[in-house]
Each structure stands twice: as C-alpha cells, then as structure tokens.
C-alpha cells in the first residue's frame, strides 16, 4: 500500500521545485507533448541538479508511489508522467559541452535535440540525432534515436560512449565500455529500465557547418513511378546520403495544397556537397518530382525545419515495424493507406537505414533489427478529440496490413500506448534472445521494477 507524499520532506530534500496539484504551475508541468496522454501525477520535481535526482528515487521507494522519469516529454506512449506518482522532470538540466579535441559531446539528460546541435555545429560536428529539435535526448538516446545521419553515423545510441547513472538504490556509476559494460549495453535501447541518467557522453561526427539537404515532392498520382524509382536508387547509396519518404497532407503554410503528397527528404554528410548533388539528381532524373526544395541551410537550421508541423499537445498514436525490403506489394499497401489520408497532421516516414546503422553487430546494443532496410513510423496525430477514433484506427490498419512483411522487433520510441501487456510488448520488441539478456540486466539494476513507467523490461527471477 502507498503511503502518503510528505511535501515538506520532499521539498527539504531536493534544491528544484515541488510543484504539487495546489501549485500554480502544476496544469502547465503536467502536460507533455502528446495531448490524448492527461495524467495527474501526485507531485512533480524538477530537477536542479544531479544532486535531486537520488532524493526523489529514495522518496518513491518509501512512498511506494510510482515513479516516472521524463526528458523533454515527447515520448508518445506518455511515458513521462504518471496518475497519482511521482513525476522527476530532468527538462532543467540542458547543459552541452563539446571536446573538440577529443571530439567528444557531454549532454546533461535533460538536453533537447537543439541544445545538441547548437553546441555541436560551430565546431563542424555533430551528434547523430532525431529530425525534430524540441525531443529529449533522455528518451530518444535511451530508446534508439534516427535521424539524418543513421546511415552515414548509425543511431544515436550507436555514438554512445558513457552514461552517468543513478541507481535504484541511489547509488553513483558510470556506464562505459570498461565500467558496468552490461548496463552500458542496456541503455543502448532498453530505454529508462535501469536507472536514471544524468548525463550522456557522445562520440562527434565531422559534419559541415552548411550541409546539402531537403525535399523531393510528388503528388499522389506519381507515387506508383516514383516509389519503384525511390527503390532502386536508394539501393545503390552511398552512406554519406540518408534518406527518408515522408507522406502527409501539407500543413497550409507550406502552400502545397491540401491533399496528401510523397516527399524524399535527405542529408548529405560527406565533405563535398555536390557529390550529394550528383546523387540526387541520379533521382530527379529516374522521376522528376513536382517540387525541388533544395535550398542552402545549416545543421541547425534543417534539424529544426519540420518543428511547426509537430507541436506540443497534438493528440497522437503510433506504430512501427522494420523491413529487409521495400517491394511491390509492400508499395501498394503504403499507396493504398497512405492515400487515404485526407486529415493534415498524421502521416507516415520511411526511414532508409543500412549503412553504419546496419554495421553495427546484432548483438552490439539492446537495440532490435539491424537487419531492417526500412523503417516505417505510422506517426498519427491531430487536434481534435472527436477524430481519437479515426486517427487510431487509421494508425492500427496500416500498420497491421504491413506487419506480415516486417522482420522481428520493434522500435520503442515510435510506439504508442496500447493495452497489450509489459511483457508482451517487450518481447514484440527485442525479441525473445534480447528480451532474455535486458531481463537479467533488470534484475542486477532494479530487481524490485522500480523503474517500470516505461516500455517495461520484467526483471529475470532471481
Ligand atoms: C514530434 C516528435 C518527433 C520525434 N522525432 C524522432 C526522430 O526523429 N527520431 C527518433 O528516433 N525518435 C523521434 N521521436 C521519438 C522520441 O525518440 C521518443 O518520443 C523519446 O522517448 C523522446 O524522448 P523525451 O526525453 O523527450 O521523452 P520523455 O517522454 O521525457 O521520456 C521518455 C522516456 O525515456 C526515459 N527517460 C527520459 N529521460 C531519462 C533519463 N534521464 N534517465 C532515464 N530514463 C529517461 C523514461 O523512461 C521516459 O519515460 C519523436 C517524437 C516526437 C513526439
């Protein structure tokens, strides 16, 4: 039985604020950025420091209360918050310092992609991350994280060379390649399971101040010339280009239209920009699209051009699944669901991968299907609640009519909140044999599950 929260004791306990149902900020604190997800935790801290973090484990274990770590609260599943818990909000904690020598990148948890790539880019380097600047490194570093350098760069997780982490039991330690290398391999997609972490440490990747990137468009009436094109072209890429095809109906300000379109986004991480020129116009060439956008930018800038389409409080679900290929039946079906989307907002990203990210041995990171070529996200989101039952079930058809061509595993940051239970659904993401070795590491990190508001890895018996 949970015992009640003592908020003076809390509150003595930690330097960052308590904000608790009665406080004026606690509507605002509460909120996270999937809208469908409205949770009210039983208190809030916001972490000031490293230092806050072993006071708010130590009070949930004598509460008995649950406790849900959050990032920047872009986990979609809702995993940030909690009914009736204890939220410990690390988004305080943002600071980034680069070791251009070393080519190193130290993040505190609470860091959002942005403060990555603003730190990063004056050094020409950056961290591989996701394609949105308000994520949490927290989440996405714990989970995976893909973005416009997994082919050339691999995940984020893949860059990660050292976690600092604080225990269930409060204590200290470092997870690195020669210190608790098993934990090490944990948080390499098992997520928050075994502790919290206070900082990341990343390995930099050389990458120009301006890069060359963009977007392809093709209306729907092109889409069955330029996905066999798309197909064949992506095979033969080098790994500088990462790729991604977007579909969605436009938000109105972009002034394409109303109705659904295919876009080829890329970024070129190699020296020289026109060797990714050449490639693309191989593309332009196979299928002219509709629209170029081809224009000069800047890291920071393109990691923060799709940020308008996505904001906070948008009522979202969503599904994934990785193929080893991307043919003929496989294109009709994303023809098919993908064209029927009339609404602006959801939509759906095909995530060219290999390259580094399928380097990287199967068993090197908790991370599953390294095998996968593509990577579908059915990311569905919208405004208005009255559309909860058609956004998700929109989500629910495509993804299932795709699920007979998918390889084993599943990506825990593109899923949404489901009632399949904490086992099953971890076993439809790492598989059986993952699923076996992040369960003992469970049960050698937090054996009592007290880290369990999250995509839940059961501990092993003892
Ligand atoms: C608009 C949008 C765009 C996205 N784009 C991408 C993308 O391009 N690529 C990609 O790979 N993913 C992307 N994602 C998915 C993203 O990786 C996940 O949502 C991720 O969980 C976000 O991390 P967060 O810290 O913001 O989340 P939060 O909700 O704050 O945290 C999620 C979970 O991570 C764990 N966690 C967070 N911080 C810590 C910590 N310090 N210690 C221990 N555990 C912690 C906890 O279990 C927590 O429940 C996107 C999501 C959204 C909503």
């Known amino acids: 039985m949970p015992s009640p929260i003592s908020m003076g004791h809390l509150s003595s306990a930690v330097s960052g604020r308590v904000i608790a149902p009665d406080d004026h900020e606690y509507e605002e604190a509460r909120r996270i950025w999937n809208g469908m997800i409205d949770r009210r935790p039983a208190v809030i801290v916001r972490a000031a420091g490293p230092g806050d973090v072993a006071p708010v484990i130590g009070h949930a274990r004598a509460t008995g209360l649950p406790l849900a770590i959050r990032g920047a609260g872009h986990n979609v599943a809702g995993t940030g918050t909690v009914d009736g818990g204890i939220v410990l909000d690390m988004g305080g904690l943002t600071s980034v310092s680069v070791d251009p020598r070393g080519r ?31 994520t949490g490194i927290g989440g996405l570093a714990l989970g995976g994280g893909v ?110 239209g109303n109705e659904v379109v295919m876009f080829v986004g890329f970024a070129w991480a190699g020296a020289d920009g026109r060797d990714g020129e050449a490639w693309l116009d191989r593309l332009q060439a196979a299928c002219a699209p509709d629209v170029a956008t081809v224009d000069p930018t800047t ?16 009522r979202a679900y969503w599904r994934n699944a990785s193929f080893d290929r991307f043919d003929g039946p496989m294109i009709e079906t994303v023809i098919e669901h993908c064209g029927a989307q009339t609404w602006v907002g959801t939509g759906a990203d095909v995530h060219h991968m290999g390259g580094a990210f399928g380097r990287v041995p199967e068993d090197a990171t908790a991370y599953p299907s390294r095998a996968g ?21 929109w989500v629910k058809e495509f993804s299932e009519a795709m699920r007979p061509h998918a390889i084993e595993g599943q990506y825990v940051n593109f899923l949404g909140h489901d009632e399949a239970d904490a086992h099953r659904k971890a076993l439809a993401a790492y598989g059986p044999a993952k699923l076996a070795r992040l369960s003992e590491i469970k049960r050698r990190y937090d054996p009592e599950n007290l880290f369990r508001i999250n995509h839940n890895i059961p501990p092993a018996p003892a």
């Open 104 to 134: 190193l990148v130290r993040v505190e948890a609470g860091a959002t992609l942005g403060d990555i790539d603003r730190a990063t880019e004056p050094h020409g380097m950056a961290v591989p991350v996701g394609v949105v600047s308000g």
């Open 147 to 256: 973005g416009w350098l997994v082919r050339a760069h691999g995940l984020t997780l893949d860059s990660l060379v050292a976690a600092d982490v604080i225990l269930a039991d409060g204590t200290s330690v470092r997870a690195s390649a020669d210190e608790h290398p098993d934990l090490l391999w944990g948080l390499r997609g098992g997520g928050g399971n075994f502790g919290v972490v206070t900082a990341f440490t990343f390995r930099a990747a050389t990458l120009n101040q301006a890069v060359f990137a963009g977007t392809l468009m093709y209306r729907r009436s092109r889409w069955s010339d330029a996905l066999p094109a798309y197909v064949e072209w992506a095979a033969g890429l080098p790994d500088e280009l990462s790729t991604m095809l977007t579909f969605l109906v436009p938000p109105p300000w972009w002034e394409l």
């Open 299 to 314: 890291w920071v800038a393109y990691q923060s051009s799709m940020d308008a389409v996505f904001p906070t409080g948008s």
């Open 373 to 393: 070529q593509f990577l579908l996200n059915v990311y569905g989101f919208w405004s208005d609640p009255a559309d909860d039952p058609a956004g998700t079930r």
